[in-house]
């Protein structure tokens, strides 16, 4: 195992577009809710508001992924996408709505990996992970539960099918460890926790501050730090998002000694942990 600084950025898909939602759950409702209680924290602005409610007309917002492909190959990150299969927790997108988004990430080179929705019943697990087949021509190497939703049970039901689970959130640069015959792969930073008015709450500067201390302590350490990104988070009408995601990309892209680790580089790193071959 070499040590190295670096991250691994990684993607949830829980949104392709706002379109999505219509008719089909009430997210859309929850996110005014949350979005006007930002606005009591004085976090977005009253006229911020007013624009999120008018891009609510606009069914095919939030879909960026023709900016993140740029952006990413800007600063040479080849990151990993975790797409679902089946719908979940204000995660509506159908498999139809989803294939072509993957297949055009795929295509560009990206990693692809599942978001499940079930971590318990080892039938659905082997359904999804099927599912994920059928759709990509592929089986998944890697998974994260959609809200993190992870037990003891999981890891047991997982381990056959998976190289590597990466479902665990630590605040601490905890390295990736092998369990059971996978690799799991702690993440260390997600843009909910940074910005939610449930979580830290951060204005942008704070996460600044918040993510640049951990960079500068992984790099001191040579470590790992692993980041998850909803990519619906790339949008002007979630400001502090997008601008500390184009704040990040521009401070790891810029900082050359820091390793832009594509998945494969982390599981040849940790091989000596983790079998390469599936069971
Ligand atoms: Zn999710």
Do not use: C, Q
């Given at each position: 195992m070499t040590k190295q600084y670096g991250v691994w950025i990684t993607h949830?898909?829980?949104?392709?577009r706002m379109r999505e939602h219509y008719f089909r759950d009430i997210f859309l409702f929850r996110l005014l809710g949350v979005s006007a209680i930002e606005v009591l924290k004085g976090r977005r602005s009253i006229w911020s508001l007013c624009k999120l409610k008018w891009s609510l007309f606009r069914p095919?917002?939030?879909?960026h992924f023709d900016e993140w492909i740029i952006l990413e190959k800007k600063h040479g990150i080849r990151s990993t996408w975790f797409f679902a299969v089946n719908r979940g927790s204000?995660?509506?997108?159908?498999?139809?709505?989803?294939?072509?988004?993957?297949?055009?990430?795929?295509?560009?080179?990206f990693d692809l990996g599942l978001h499940g929705q079930h971590h318990t019943g080892?039938?659905?697990?082997?359904?999804?992970?099927?599912?994920?087949?059928?759709?990509?021509?592929?089986?998944?190497?890697?998974?994260?539960?959609?809200?993190?939703?992870?037990?003891?049970k999981s890891f047991f039901e997982l381990t056959d099918l998976y190289i590597y689970d990466s479902s665990l959130f630590v605040r601490h640069l905890e390295q990736p460890k092998k369990t059971l015959h996978?690799?799991?792969?702690?993440?260390?930073?997600?843009?909910?926790?940074?910005?939610?008015?449930?979580?830290?709450?951060?204005?942008l500067e704070e996460a600044k501050k918040?993510?640049?201390?951990?960079?500068?302590?992984?790099?001191?350490?040579?470590?790992?730090?692993?980041?998850?990104?909803?990519p619906h988070h790339l949008d002007k009408n979630f400001p502090r998002q997008r601008e500390w995601i184009l704040w990040l990309y521009d401070y790891i892209g810029k900082d050359k000694s820091c390793k832009k680790f594509e998945i494969n580089d982390i599981l040849e790193n940790y091989a000596e942990q983790t079998p390469m071959v599936k069971k």
């Open positions: 949830d898909i829980d949104h392709i095919n917002t939030w879909d204000s995660l509506s997108y159908t498999n139809e709505e989803i294939k072509p988004v993957a297949h055009k990430l795929k295509d560009e080179g080892e039938k659905e697990i082997r359904r999804e992970y099927e599912l994920f087949h059928k759709i990509i021509g592929t089986h998944p190497e890697g998974i994260r539960m959609h809200y993190l939703r992870i037990s003891k996978m690799l799991e792969i702690p993440l260390h930073i997600m843009d909910t926790y940074l910005f939610s008015p449930f979580y830290n709450n951060f204005t918040y993510t640049e201390k951990m960079l500068k302590e992984a790099k001191k350490k040579k470590r790992l730090v692993v980041f998850d990104i909803h």
